[in-house]
């Protein structure tokens, strides 16, 4: 999922989302011998998100060679 996402959203306000596509080529996936998780995980992601990243052991780790993504013009959705 997180490789192959194509699309994204974002509320625009209460009557309206923008949905945007997004292009790139596949990336090339690698297998993880070892990972580390050294940051603050309430700063860059808000305390809510702590009791499932912070000292949790993952179910998966990935690592990817991205690449450039093009962004095209979103389309507004309504409510």
Request: charged share 20%.
């Amino acid at each position: 999922f997180i490789f192959e996402h194509y699309f994204g959203y974002n509320k625009l306000n209460e009557n309206a989302t923008i949905e945007y596509s997004l292009t790139h080529p596949r990336w090339q996936i690698y297998p993880v011998i070892n990972y580390s998780l050294d940051c603050n995980v309430e700063e860059l992601y808000g305390k809510e998100f702590v009791p499932y990243i912070q000292d949790v052991n993952p179910l998966s780790v990935m690592i990817a060679q991205g690449s450039g993504v093009n962004v095209k013009m979103p389309r507004r959705i309504m409510k």
